[in-house]
């Protein structure tokens, strides 16, 4: 099937790997993906932050953008959940009926990542191998306003070699709440800083989610302390595939210029640095 | 004139978090508090498969009081006054004191003890007493810890979360002027019931809240666990209640969706220890005069306010406090509001009017764990994000205005877009080491203060794309 | 009696507020109250003696002694429940049942009594209006054998008698029998006075009733 992905604003500019990860997945279970390079911004962020009037062109714009799409793709439960909970509204208070006809439609083919594989591609395991200890951040957008159930948590226990552990309080938010982060730095931080030591007493080497902002919070937070605990999509971990040490994968998933990691072994990988330690 | 208590003057949240952040004694108090109550509603909101029914009804019947609240005020006061009762209205927060000190001052009395009441913080009751030679007593444990420690509440159900025993232990020694006192939380309890059993039996004014105003009978319902309401509503000559307008409901039928939604909500109980409800006057039980002050003070303002309206469903249960990450970190004093939490978020600015506590509505990372547990179904969340647009619209900050019209102008188009990702590529250089960004200038400063930054990387997804050409099959 | 508001100028206020607001309401407001949706239990499922084991559960959960006798025994299951609490004198409503008093107390009837009288006895003993079983409350509306409010809050010791058919499973049940009666007093009483506001330890006792006892006559 043709599925549309909307690699949304913030995983386009920062965290490039999440899209060809979930490309890849995609492609190797037989779709064939298509990016509409129009795309840019859901508005959430204006939205959030109290710039309704902002946010309105952005979703017109990404109404028409996707326009006669087939299922979306959209690898950020925030995403969608501004999508589904703000464009009905706010298409009623432009007043606009074919506005509001063309959010209907768009959001009957909207999918959150794990939402699209389990529920409408009906598929668990995507043929990954990732050895390694994972546990799982649930974001309060997929909590809360995607009603996920245990789709992301299926998807991880059907990848070869992993093991999953459950993190304790993974309901709890990590403090990244888009602008809040930085209008309230400290009150933020110090909610990563719980969600962090969480996340540290399971012991996992990866903390995964099926959000990046989730994972910018925790993941600096982590690599601020030079902690041993990689963050990674849920795709990106649907994505890898041969098993051992060296996996391309994450090789891109480091995504940053050449240099390792700062680990003092200079060129040796750190998730497997980090399990040997 | 309208008061929040001290609102209008509090500090911006950011600020008053800061130091909140600093009091290890305090979050270590706050999260112990929150966690023993959520746990404990936990378990009695499992119990019962209709709580989701309960909250939606809980939710309509205030909605519906609200579309009619004229209606049901009046019919209130019909009732209340059939019965004995004298009903007052207050359009603001001086007013309701002056009514108060002059039904006080007609009985030549001097004295008054109190149950708690989070309407009589609001309009500062206490000061406007005092001011005129009146003394008022709170007989609420927690107030009277409050009281006698010259210090301010810290949640709405619980006010002194923030103090440990040995610091009540110390605040009733000075207070209460004892030569010594156990240490046990029953040694606490029990000079307190002796330091307030001579006021109970002696003062003959008593002034109350109310949870509820029972609309066809004129009844009024306090809910509590220490025995203190039971006390200071039955045996004074004379009793005055003073409540906000919204806390009328229909019938009498009525209370029993809420006297099931409240304490497991508010204490994670099946039941409070007493509820009391009171009929205007009745002859040889009880208060021989009884007068309710309606109270609006800023709530005609929330009700104005169509998409904000629900606020005034809230039935101070504090769920919201207790479920809140933020509240966890900072405790109440940090809102600067009696009204703490994400209910003092949207609750606070609305009666106050927007220019004070415009910060209030920014201290929450819209998490959706308050709407989750709110009995009366109050979508904090969504309102937080409406009075974050009333800010921008009424008052706009100027240099963040340009900053999220430039954002918004950068994704109007993909070329703009991809243009700025190159920009913000070519900043970045100076700042960025290993593919991360320790010490960011600007408003990120306050982000890499704590934490690193990711550095966007040479390529983003969209040039990824063009680059790769025709996709594979 | 019609309303002589005395603020006259804050009630115009108010509601003239309030109508502006609102406007013309389309429906008057008893259309309205009608659609609301009641889709949580409005009675129990539980047999009679589940009910009662039920209620003698949540009771006991809040430290209350409970005791059960048919009813020729009621005396002197009072008389053991006093003597197992060491009161013996205790206040009791003028017009309570004189049938239930067993022999070795002294119940003075509540006549002209003071505070100060009634916070020097032993206790008091009442009949009670309802009790609900599932949240271990007990419900007075302070009618004949009840009391008024005062001899209920003032002495240290209630012994409550609750009568079998007074039991009822839930608080909606409750309220509708109450709602029935139309009571202009209502206290409902679920354990003894507690308070968590130091450290959060539920402590007992604070100005209520510090030991409850109910004998069940069922």
Same mark, same amino acid.
């Given at each position: 099937?043709?599925i ?5 604003? /913030?995983?386009?500019?920062l965290f ?9 997945v995609?492609?190797?279970?037989g779709? &064939?993906?298509?990016?509409r ?7 959430q962020?204006? +939205? ?14 990404t109404?028409?953008?996707f ?6 793709c959209?690898p950020s439960?925030?995403?969608v ?6 464009y009905p ?5 432009a007043e ?14 909207? /999918?959150e990542?794990?939402?699209l594989l389990v529920d409408?591609l009906?598929?668990t ?6 050895p390694?200890k994972?546990t ?8 809360r306003?995607l ?9 991880l226990?059907?990848?070869r070699?992993?093991e +999953? ?15 809040f982060a930085v209008?309230n730095?400290e ?6 800083l719980e969600k ?5 007493d ?11 902002s989730c ?7 982590l690599?601020r &302390? ?7 999509h849920?795709a ?5 595939r ?6 391309p994968?994450l090789? &891109?998933? &480091? ?9 003092p072994?200079g060129?040796?990988?750190p998730i497997a ?5 | ?5 001290d609102?209008?003057r509090a ?24 966690d023993? *109550? ?14 989701q029914?309960l909250?939606?009804?809980?939710s ?7 579309e ?7 019919? @209130?006061?019909?009732?209340c006054?059939r019965a ?16 108060v ?14 149950v708690k ?17 009146i003394?008022?007593y ?7 810890i ?6 301010r509440p ?6 002194a979360?923030?103090?440990n ?7 009733f020694l ?10 046990e939380?029953?040694?606490l309890?029990?000079a ?6 001579e006021k109970?039996?002696?003062v ?7 949870? @509820? ?10 809910v509590?666990?220490e025995?203190?309401a039971r ?18 409901v229909?019938? @009498? ?5 809420f006297l ?8 994670g109980?099946r039941?409070?220890?007493?509820n ?11 208060p021989?005069?009884f007068?309710?002050v ?13 998409q904000?309206r629900?606020?005034l469903?809230?039935?101070r249960c504090?769920?919201?406090l207790?479920a809140?990450?933020?509240?966890r ?5 940090a809102?600067g509001? *009696?009204?703490s939490?994400p209910?003092?978020? *949207?609750l ?9 506590s415009?910060?209030?509505p920014?201290a ?11 009995p ?11 009075l974050?647009?009333? *800010? ?21 188009d993909?070329r703009?877009?991809r ?6 590529r070519?900043?970045?250089r100076p700042?960025?080491r290993?593919g991360?960004v ?5 408003p990120?400063?306050?982000?890499t203060?704590?934490?690193d ?21 | ?16 507020r309030i109508? %502006?607001i609102l406007?013309?309401?389309? $429906?008057?407001?008893e259309?309205?109250y009608r ?14 003696e ?5 209620l003698?559960?949540?009771?006991? #959960?809040?430290?209350v002694?409970? #005791?059960?006798c048919?009813p020729?025994?009621?005396p002197?299951t009072?008389?053991?429940a006093?003597?197992a ?7 009791v409503?003028? %017009?309570?049942?004189?049938d ?8 003075r009837p %509540? $006549?002209?009594?003071s ?5 020097g006895?032993?206790?008091v ?10 949240t ?11 009391g008024?409010?005062a001899l ?12 079998g ?5 839930t ?6 029998r109450?709602a029935a009666?139309?009571?202009a ?17 539920r402590i007992?006792g604070?100005h209520?009733?510090?030991t409850?006892d109910v004998?069940?006559v069922?």
């Amino acid at each position: 099937m043709l599925i549309d992905l909307f690699i949304t604003c /913030y995983n386009d500019t920062l965290f490039p790997e999440t899209g060809k990860a979930v490309v890849t997945v995609l492609e190797r279970l037989g779709h &064939q993906v298509e990016f509409r390079e129009a795309q840019t911004c859901c508005g959430q962020m204006h +939205f959030n932050t109290g710039y309704a009037a902002e946010a309105l062109p952005l979703m017109r714009r990404t109404i028409d953008v996707f326009r006669g799409s087939g299922p979306i793709c959209v690898p950020s439960a925030s995403c969608v959940s501004m999508m589904r909970d703000h464009y009905p509204s706010l298409a009623a208070e432009a007043e606009d009926p074919a506005l509001q006809a063309g959010v209907e439609a768009f959001l009957a083919r909207v /999918y959150e990542f794990s939402e699209l594989l389990v529920d409408k591609l009906q598929v668990t395991d995507v043929g990954a191998t990732f050895p390694h200890k994972v546990t799982l951040h649930t974001s309060c957008h997929s909590l809360r306003s995607l009603h996920l159930a245990d789709q992301p948590v299926r998807l991880l226990q059907a990848v070869r070699g992993l093991e +999953f552990v459950a993190l304790p309080h993974h309901d709890e938010c990590c403090g990244f709440g888009g602008t809040f982060a930085v209008k309230n730095a400290e009150v933020s931080t110090a909610m990563g800083l719980e969600k962090v030591r969480s996340i540290q007493d399971t012991g996992a080497s990866v903390c995964a989610a099926g959000d990046n902002s989730c994972l910018m919070q925790i993941g600096g937070l982590l690599h601020r &302390q030079g902690a041993a605990v990689r963050c990674l999509h849920l795709a990106e971990i649907l994505a890898a595939r041969e098993a051992g040490a060296n996996l391309p994968v994450l090789r &891109q998933a &480091q995504g940053r210029p050449e240099r390792s990691r700062g680990t003092p072994e200079g060129g040796s990988h750190p998730i497997a640095s980090s399990a040997e330690r | 004139m309208i008061r929040v208590g001290d609102a209008a003057r509090a500090p911006e949240f950011p600020d008053a978090a800061r130091s909140a952040l600093a009091n290890t004694q305090l979050r270590r108090n706050v999260r112990h508090a929150t966690d023993i *109550i959520r746990g404990k509603r936990g378990l009695v909101v499992a119990e019962m498969d209709d709580w989701q029914a309960l909250r939606d009804a809980g939710s309509r019947i205030k909605a519906h009081v609200l579309e009619h609240l004229d209606t049901y005020l009046t019919r @209130f006061e019909e009732n209340c006054t059939r019965a004995g009762g004298q009903v007052h209205w207050a359009a603001d927060a001086d007013e309701a004191n002056r009514i108060v000190i002059d039904i006080i001052r007609a009985h030549g009395q001097s004295e008054v003890i109190k149950v708690k009441t989070m309407t009589s913080d609001e309009t500062r009751l206490n000061r406007a007493l005092e001011a005129v030679g009146i003394a008022p007593y709170e007989t609420d444990l927690a107030d009277l810890i409050i009281q006698l420690g010259n210090d301010r509440p810290s949640h709405i159900v619980v006010p002194a979360l923030h103090r440990n025993r040995a610091e009540i232990r110390e605040i009733f020694l000075r207070g209460m002027h004892l030569t010594e006192l156990g240490r046990e939380p029953e040694d606490l309890t029990t000079a307190a019931r002796g330091f307030l059993r001579e006021k109970f039996l002696r003062v003959p004014v008593g002034f109350s809240g109310a949870n @509820f105003l029972v609309a066809d009978t004129g009844g009024v319902c306090v809910v509590e666990s220490e025995g203190n309401a039971r006390m200071c509503l039955t045996l004074p000559r004379v009793l005055i209640t003073m409540a906000g307008i919204e806390k009328v409901v229909p019938t @009498f039928q009525d209370l029993e969706v809420f006297l099931q939604l409240l304490p497991r909500s508010a204490t994670g109980e099946r039941m409070n220890p007493y509820n009391t409800l009171w009929t205007g006057i009745t002859p040889g039980d009880g208060p021989r005069e009884f007068h309710i002050v309606l109270l609006d003070n800023g709530r005609t303002r929330v009700l104005a306010d169509a998409q904000a309206r629900e606020t005034l469903h809230c039935i101070r249960c504090a769920a919201c406090l207790n479920a809140c990450p933020v509240y966890r970190q900072t405790g109440g004093h940090a809102y600067g509001s *009696i009204y703490s939490g994400p209910i003092g978020a *949207i609750l606070t600015p609305q009666l106050q009017g927007m220019e004070h506590s415009q910060s209030l509505p920014y201290a929450s990372s819209l998490c959706g764990a308050c709407y989750e547990v709110c009995p009366v179904k109050i979508n904090i969340p969504e309102i937080l994000i409406h009075l974050r647009r009333r *800010i921008v619209e009424e008052q706009g900050p100027y240099l963040e205005r340009l900053a999220m019209k430039g954002a918004a102008l950068a994704f109007a188009d993909p070329r703009w877009f991809r243009c700025a990702q190159t920009i913000g590529r070519f900043l970045q250089r100076p700042f960025e080491r290993d593919g991360y960004v320790r010490t960011a200038p600007g408003p990120m400063a306050a982000w890499t203060s704590t934490r690193d930054l990711p550095a966007m990387p040479r390529q983003s997804f969209r040039q990824w794309w063009a680059a790769r050409g025709a996709p594979r099959a | 009696m019609s309303a002589h508001p005395s603020t006259p100028a804050a009630r115009s206020l108010i509601l003239g507020r309030i109508r %502006d607001i609102l406007g013309e309401r389309s $429906e008057p407001s008893e259309a309205g109250y009608r659609r609301i949706p009641r889709d949580y239990r409005d009675s129990g499922i539980l047999t009679f003696e589940a009910c009662v084991a039920l209620l003698v559960d949540r009771l006991q #959960h809040y430290q209350v002694g409970v #005791h059960r006798c048919d009813p020729p025994d009621l005396p002197g299951t009072i008389a053991a429940a006093l003597l197992a609490r060491g009161r013996k004198h205790l206040v009791v409503p003028s %017009d309570i049942d004189r049938d239930w008093l067993p022999p070795a107390a002294e119940f003075r009837p %509540d $006549e002209g009594l003071s505070y100060s009288d009634l916070n020097g006895c032993d206790g008091v003993l009442t009949a009670c209006s309802l009790a609900i079983a599932n949240t271990g409350t007990i419900v007075l509306r302070h009618a004949a054998g009840e009391g008024r409010r005062a001899l209920t809050l003032i002495p240290d010791y209630h012994l409550c008698v609750v009568r079998g058919d007074q039991i009822v499973q839930t608080v909606p049940e409750a309220i509708r029998r109450l709602a029935a009666l139309e009571p202009a007093l209502v206290t409902t009483v679920s354990g003894p006075s507690a308070t968590a506001d130091i450290e959060m330890t539920r402590i007992r006792g604070v100005h209520g009733p510090r030991t409850l006892d109910v004998v069940l006559v069922a």
